[in-house]
């Protein structure tokens, strides 16, 4: 099965631009194009009849393409830069629907209400390559101009010396300026395929196949993870998951390590920096990003737009994570202990409950750089805490390096 699996995994599939058709959203727009440059200018066309009727009193713009409606807070270029990702997501999806298609892959089963929604986007697309640092507000253009740094480079697969990433804080080398092309695109997050269904964006379109394999409910998840138990479909997939295990990242701050780029910037930006560049149109409010931006701005609704759905409860909330903290603490139903204390054998039937009990009966305390503490499922059902973490060599080496720098400052 596994060999079956690799087989699947290691298909090349060829996706020419004359494959791709993009069905332009915006409101009731339906035109078709099959030409890349076509459709940036006709979604230009759009962007620029919104901005240019726009009042000074309209706090941002609201995003017309159908199934998105999200309100761009910042300036136009920040409007610009969403609404184009829009484009290179409807170039991703066509990419992906013409691999289901060449394939015979399943087709996703997942509820397509999110197939026009995208992630949450940089400040700035800004290229890092050195003495660039080109900005763009289209990533279609901007992924081309940075992959177009790969030409400095001669063809082939041994280049005498490498071809040597030049973006800031990286000199790695690349035997061939394919390779180079790939490891660009670890900084600056570009993804090559997304499902046509639910909309989600991959990496590689070797994740994009394991995401399709993952809807077959008919596959058995023979591959069990040592660590959390989590049982997968295939060997690869397993792989994959346990690779979220190792933490590959320190911190240069502290001692919190985490196996994610993503997670480490997410730790620096809340625990080490004070910075604020989310300003709310109508307090004094700032956020550190646009989701908690997103989360302030319901406290400024009149509207109590989320109604708990259990009969005869009449609760009303503004924010929909009031309404979940309610349904937990009045009708949420925990009939079994299945939080376990390593310690004394204690149970308790929250996290949060378990979680006091450590701290003020075994003084346990967070894990460095860390505001909670993990729990792992066990072969009979019930969560105890992870007291294990898994380091890369290098971070082992730096934080060992890091303890005996410490040590000998202290002995003198």
Known sequence: MADTQKKKASIRVDVADSELVYDCEWGDCDEQF???????????????????????????????WRDC?????????????????????????????????????????????????????????????????????????FY????????EFPNGNNIKGGCQCRWTD?????????????HLRSHTQEKVVACPTCGGLFA????????LTRQKE??????????????????????????????????PFCDMTCPAPSGLRTHIRYR??????????????CAKSGADLRRHLESHSKDCLFQCHIDKCRYKARSYTSLTNHYKKEHQILDTARYFCHVCEKRFTRGNQLTKHLKKQHKFKWPPGHSRF?????EDGTLRLQTIRYESIEVSDEIMDSESMQDDSHEV
Request: proline letters at 3%; aromatic letters at 10%; one cysteine or more.
């Open 34 to 64: 099959t030409d890349i440059p076509d459709f940036l200018r006709h979604i230009g066309i759009h962007i620029w009849n919104l901005v240019s009727t726009a009042t000074s009193e309209e706090k941002g713009f609201s995003c017309g």
């Open 69 to 141: 409606g999200t309100q761009i807070l910042g300036d136009k270029h920040d409007f610009n830069r969403h609404v184009y990702f829009h484009a290179f997501h409807v170039k991703l999806k066509c990419v992906g629907a013409v691999v289901i298609k060449k394939t015979r892959y399943p087709v996703c089963t997942i509820d397509g209400q999110s197939r026009n929604w995208i992630p949450e986007l940089p400040e700035s697309l800004q290229c890092g390559w050195t003495a660039c640092g080109a900005v763009c507000d289209n990533p279609v253009i």
């Open 144 to 151: 081309n101009h940075v992959a177009n740094h790969c030409e």
């Open 170 to 182: 990286c000199d790695t080398r690349f035997k061939s300026k394919h390779k180079l092309r790939e």
């Open 204 to 211: 590689s379109r070797t994740k994009f196949f394991d995401h």
């Open 218 to 251: 008919t596959v058995v998840r023979c591959y069990q993870c040592s660590h959390c138990n989590k049982r997968f479909a295939t060997e690869r997939i397993l792989r994959d998951h346990m690779r979220h295990h190792v933490n590959h990242y320190k911190c």
């Open 272 to 285: 080490h920096t004070m910075e604020k560049p989310y300003k709310c149109a109508h307090c004094e409010h």
């Open 374 to 378: 993990r729990y792992k499922v066990h």
